[in-house]
């Protein structure tokens, strides 16, 4: 089970077929907040599971565009959590 996956599973609104981005040209677009998060699953996994790093590879530049979306996405949710409300 993915990390997104895991937050899909505890908060009914976390809505990962939301779409992030629409026509960035090196991923399919438009990409979905799942998508998204899937591009940095590998990076999670050796964040989680400290080893020789073997699946991921450096970051590129498009990949930070992907992870910018990410964070807009996620954001209301941890804004919500520290001051105790339910998210937009």
Do not use: H
């Not at 438009?30 to 073997?54: D, K, W």
Request: with cysteine.
């Amino acid at each position: 089970m993915s990390l997104g996956e895991k937050l899909a599973e505890r908060r009914a609104d976390f809505d990962l077929s939301k779409v992030i981005l629409d026509g960035y040209i090196v991923y399919k677009m438009p990409m979905t907040l799942g998508e998204g998060l899937a591009v940095f699953n590998p990076f999670s996994e050796e964040l989680r599971y400290p080893q020789e790093l073997e699946k991921l590879g450096g970051v590129r530049p498009s990949d930070v565009v992907v992870l910018d979306a990410i964070v807009a996405a996620i954001q209301p949710f941890t804004d919500c959590a520290e001051k105790g409300n339910t998210p937009p």
